[in-house]
C-alpha cells in the first residue's frame, strides 16, 4: 500500500479528506475555530478543478452547497456554533429535500459568541435536534487526526448513500492539533456515489419509493428537470397535504437510516473486557479519558472506556447493556451534560452516572477523570 506522510492540522485534515472523497464545492463563511478548512479549501479546491465560494454569511453558505449538491457535486461547508444556528433552518430544507452534504462544525463555547477560541463540545444536541421537526441524524466525531480523515470521508460516503446533510463534529482541540500523519493510497479509498436513475427524464421522479427508502438523485442541467421544496411533498417533489403521503414519507425518512444502523454505528471498547467502571466519550476528551484508564489500571482499578465515533445513532443495545452490568457509569465532557443526560435515561435505576462537566475552555485534564475513577470505587 502506497503512503504519503506530511504534516497537518485536524482542519486541514478535513479539507484534504474532502477532495479526496470527491468534493468540489466548498462554500462557507469564515468562523473561529474553523476557518483554517475555508483557507484551505480557497488554496485546494480550484487545482482540482473544484470551486471555492466564500457566502455573505453562513445562512447564504448552507443555501450554496444544497444548489451545488442539486447538480450532483460533492459539497462540503464548514462552521462553528454561532454558524451553526444559522445554518439550521436550510440544513432542515435539506432534510426534507434530500439532499446531500456535509456540514462539519468545529466546536466552541457558547451560547452566542461565547468562547471563539476556546473548547468546547456544546453542539452535540443541537446537531441532533438543531432543525425542527423530526428528521433522521448522522453525526461523525473524531478524536483522532487520522481519524478525522477517515471519518470525513465516511461522512461523505453517508451523504451520497443515505441522501442527507451530515454532521461532523470535531472541537477546538483536535481541529488545531498537528502532527505528521500518514495518509492511505487514495486508490485504495472506498469512495461511495449517489444513486442515478435508470430511466429518461420524462419517466422521472425525484421521490419516487418504488426504488426504495432512499430513490435515485438525478442532477439538475442534465435533462431531469424536477421540482424541489421544503415543503412536504409527493413522488413528484410538489407540496402535497395529503395525510397518508405526509406521513409514510416522515416515516421513510427515518427508517432509511434506522433499518441501516449497524451499518452506521462506531464505536471503539478499551479495555473494556472484565471493566466494572465505564466511561462513555467521545471527541478530544476521549483522548484524556484513555490516558485516566491507563493510569487507574495501574492501580489496579478495573475501568474501560466506550468511545463513540459516531455520535448519533447510538448504539443503543449496546449501552443498555453496559449501564446493565457497571458498578459506575463516568461521562466527560465539554458541556453541561449534553451526551449524559441521554445515558442517564439508559441507566435509570440499573447503576449510578458520575458526570465531569467542564465549559470554562479548559479541556478536561486526565486526573480529572482519574479522580472521579477513584470515587467510583
Not at 83 to 94: R, V
Not at 110 to 119: E, K, M, N
Not at 141 to 152: D, R
Not at 276 to 297: H, K, L, M, P, Q
Request: with cysteine; hydrophobic share 40%; charged share 20%.
Amino acid at each position: 500500500m502506497k503512503k504519503s506522510v506530511r504534516f497537518y492540522s485536524g482542519a486541514e485534515l478535513v479539507a484534504k479528506a474532502a477532495i479526496d472523497a470527491g468534493c468540489r464545492f466548498f462554500g462557507g463563511y469564515p468562523i473561529t475555530p474553523s476557518s483554517e478548512i475555508a483557507e484551505y479549501m480557497s488554496v485546494h479546491m480550484p487545482r482540482v478543478g473544484g470551486t471555492y465560494i466564500q457566502m455573505e454569511d453562513e445562512i447564504g453558505a448552507m443555501g450554496s452547497i444544497i444548489g451545488a449538491s442539486l447538480t450532483g457535486v460533492k459539497s462540503l461547508t464548514a462552521t462553528s456554533g454561532p454558524g451553526f444556528s444559522l445554518k439550521q433552518e436550510n440544513i432542515g430544507y435539506a432534510y426534507m429535500a434530500e439532499v446531500p452534504c456535509v456540514v462539519c462544525n468545529v466546536m466552541r463555547g457558547g451560547p452566542s459568541t461565547g468562547l471563539p477560541t476556546a473548547l468546547a463540545q456544546a453542539d452535540i444536541m443541537q446537531a441532533k435536534w438543531g432543525t425542527h421537526g423530526d428528521h433522521p441524524v448522522i453525526a461523525l466525531t473524531p478524536a483522532y487526526l487520522e481519524e478525522i480523515y477517515e471519518l470525513t470521508i465516511k461522512a461523505f460516503n453517508f451523504a451520497e448513500t443515505y441522501r442527507m446533510p451530515i454532521m461532523l463534529l470535531l472541537d477546538e482541540v483536535i481541529a488545531h492539533l498537528s502532527a505528521a500523519i500518514e495518509l492511505p493510497d487514495k486508490e485504495l479509498l472506498v469512495i461511495k456515489n449517489r444513486r442515478r436513475p435508470t430511466v429518461p427524464p420524462e419517466k422521472y421522479f425525484p421521490y419516487d419509493t418504488a426504488y426504495g427508502d432512499v430513490p435515485p438523485m438525478a442532477n439538475f442541467f442534465e435533462g431531469y428537470r424536477y421540482h424541489v421544496t421544503g415543503l412536504s411533498h409527493d413522488k413528484t417533489g410538489f407540496p402535497t397535504t395529503d395525510p397518508d403521503l405526509v406521513q409514510a414519507d416522515q416515516e421513510r425518512h427515518l427508517r432509511k437510516v434506522k433499518a441501516h444502523i449497524n451499518e452506521i454505528i462506531d464505536y471503539e471498547y478499551y479495555m473494556m473486557k472484565d471493566a466494572e467502571i465505564i466511561i462513555f466519550a467521545y471527541g478530544s476528551t476521549a483522548r484524556a479519558a484513555r490516558v485516566a484508564v491507563d493510569n487507574a489500571r495501574k492501580l489496579g482499578i478495573r475501568v474501560g472506556m466506550m468511545r463513540f465515533r459516531v455520535i448519533w445513532p447510538l448504539p443503543e443495545a449496546e449501552i443498555l447493556k453496559l449501564c446493565s452490568k457497571a458498578k459506575a457509569i463516568i461521562v466527560p465532557e465539554m458541556n453541561m451534560g449534553q451526551l449524559s443526560d441521554v445515558i442517564e435515561r439508559y441507566a435509570a435505576d440499573r447503576t449510578k452516572i458520575m458526570r465531569i462537566n467542564h465549559v470554562g475552555g479548559v479541556p478536561i485534564h486526565p486526573t480529572d477523570v482519574l479522580n472521579v475513577i477513584k470515587e467510583a470505587l
